[in-house]
């Protein structure tokens, strides 16, 4: 009976080991599963940033010529405040200027949050990999095989 008794904790003990392992081995593959499809997002994130770059520089660039377009044409119509159809022109162009400058704003926003969202996921995946680092133990080195030290004579000798 006695016997029992303490066979019965041990036993318990190792059943609730067991358990625990599986579930830490069932939480290590989710997140390892986790840290794969954010690493997949994180690539066609990173693949958007040459597009969104050349979309942003080519709207600054078309915002600057549509400045420059309004510029001359203000300059034709103060040379000429009477001509209705300079004034149309000038008109025309201060709106293609503004709508260009309103474009090139929206894509240098979206440029922002494309590098935001690729901040947020970096750090989200060394929050996920330190998580998986508690569920798997260290392995940083691996053991070296080290030469035995020469044994040392300590008998005395006499002279």
């Known amino acids: 009976m006695k016997k029992a008794l303490y066979l019965f904790p041990i036993a318990l003990l190792f059943f609730c080991a067991s358990v625990?392992?599986?579930?830490?081995n069932i939480d290590s593959l989710t997140l390892i599963v986790q840290i794969s499809q954010d690493q997949l997002e994180l690539g066609k994130l990173q693949n958007m940033v040459y597009q969104k770059t050349m979309n942003k520089e080519g709207a600054a660039l078309k915002s600057q010529n549509s400045a420059n377009d309004n510029v001359s044409a203000a300059e034709r119509l103060s040379n000429d405040?009477?001509?209705?159809?300079?004034?149309?022109?000038a008109n025309n162009k201060a709106g293609d200027a503004k709508s260009d400058a309103r474009n090139s704003r929206k894509q240098s926003g979206k440029l922002d949050e494309l590098n935001q969202k690729i901040?947020?996921?970096?750090?989200?995946?060394?929050?996920?990999?330190?998580?998986?680092s508690l569920y798997s133990p260290a392995t940083s080195?691996?053991?070296?095989?080290m030469?035995?030290?020469?044994?040392?004579?300590?008998?005395?000798?006499?002279?």
Do not use: F
């Open 20 to 24: 625990t392992a599986q579930q830490a």
């Open 81 to 89: 405040p009477d001509n209705k159809k300079l004034a149309s022109d």
């Open 119 to 132: 901040m947020d996921l970096k750090t989200k995946i060394n929050g996920e990999q330190y998580k998986l």
């Open 141 to 145: 080195v691996a053991p070296v095989a």
């Open 147 to 159: 030469p035995m030290p020469a044994r040392v004579d300590t008998t005395v000798h006499p002279r």
